[in-house]
Nanobody
Framework: QVQLVESGGGLVQAGGSLRLSCAAS????????MGWFRQAPGKAREFVAA????????YYADSVRGRFTISRDNAKNTVYLQMNSLKPEDTAIYYC?????????????????WGQGTQVTVSS
């Protein structure tokens, strides 16, 4: 069982930056693929970024590539999402997710554990 707790959300102006953190419990964190998803009001939850257990491979949605960076620190059981050049359309609740299978996926149904989410609001 893995518990995930996100933090770092908030209100920021367009063009600004935020760093989200996701702290995980459990001794097997360093074997999981980790992902970030987001859900805007009235929209489906969508993939943002993922990172494999070693941190060697990362994946991004086209809408955030070049602006967001996912990373992880297995010694701290934490995954991060650095968000730069934020846009109003990035406004959403951001969720951290863990996947037991080591293969990458951008499909939310492939993830086994979810955090409670953290709100990110970007003002224009």
């Amino acid at each position: 069982q893995v518990q995930l707790v996100e933090s770092g959300g908030g209100l920021v102006q367009a063009g600004g930056s935020l760093r989200l953190s996701c702290a995980a419990s459990g001794r097997t964190f360093n074997t999981y693929t980790m992902g970030w998803f987001r859900q805007a009001p009235g929209k489906a939850r969508e993939f943002v970024a993922a990172i494999t257990w070693s941190g060697r491979s990362t994946y991004y949605a086209d809408s955030v590539r070049g602006r967001f960076t996912i990373s992880r620190d297995n010694a701290k059981n934490t995954v991060y999402l650095q968000m730069n050049s934020l846009k109003p359309e990035d406004t959403a609740i951001y969720y951290c997710a863990a996947k037991r299978d080591p293969n990458y996926s951008d499909y939310r149904g492939a993830y086994d554990y979810w955090g409670q989410g953290t709100q990110v609001t970007v003002s224009s």
